[in-house]
């Protein structure tokens, strides 16, 4: 059968190259001359070999002895960078952090949120799903990914849902629109023109249908599309008129658009860092919370 030979064995063993003195390798393994003896003799057993030739003058090693130094270097140099990597990932400043956000997020004030916190963990690696609001929560409710940035989840007692910030929706048209002179405009005034839309399953969507439904009005969109580049392109080109949320439309540049607030304060989503109760949170975590709340709240 294979003896095995522990960490602290070889330990013993390194200091005692490193000093060449039984007592000086004593202190630094915080022991006793005797005791070290009886660990080295132990070492050689299971080594199967003599590794040190000893003599009232000198110490040296044998050939075996060499060789095994060299493997105690290798092994006891792996420990310490295995253990410190995982020290790293305890403490929070290494590991993997997967990160559901709604396309919206993702265009808008996430590239700055993702910066800082890169600046301040660097060594943690973040793997973003960029999905539509429903498809976020289902990635957290399968354990798909540890958090997500999107808006609220309705009667969702299996979250945890942490405010960040309101998310106001905002009128984009063309700037030679009728409506492009106005400081702010109602969706009563809104509901009189074309509207290019994001698609039913988009939260952005569902949000606007409620606001008409308050006012007992009917949305019909003239287009519909998947993502908000089509949506602005559209707009772009007078197809008609556009609503995106402010968080998006603040990190846009268009000089033929035009950037209108909705009068009614109720247009607006909560936008939350969601996880879920039962999950199991990576160390990291603690500090992408600190920056959302920092950068979004």
Known sequence: MRRRISLSEMEAFAAVVREMNFSRAAEQ???TQPALSVTIRELERKAGAALLLRSTRRMSLTPAGEQ?????????ALYDDGFSRFQNFVTGRSGTLVVAASPSIMAGMFPRLLQRFHEALPDVKVEVRERLHEE?????REKKAHCAITAAKRDAHDLEQRHLFFDKLILVCPTDHTLASRTQVTWEEIVRHPQVSLSADSHIRQVIEVEYAKRDLKFRPADEVERFTSLLALVSSRRGVGILPESLVRELSYRNL????IAEESAARSICLITA??????????????VCVDVLG
């Open 29 to 31: 393994c915080c022991t």
């Open 68 to 76: 095994f130094h060299h493997l105690c270097k290798e092994v006891l």
């Open 136 to 140: 976020c929560v289902r990635l957290l």
């Open 258 to 261: 035009r950037f209108l607030p």
């Open 277 to 290: 109760r039962a999950s199991v949170l990576p160390p990291a975590f603690e500090r992408f919370r600190e």
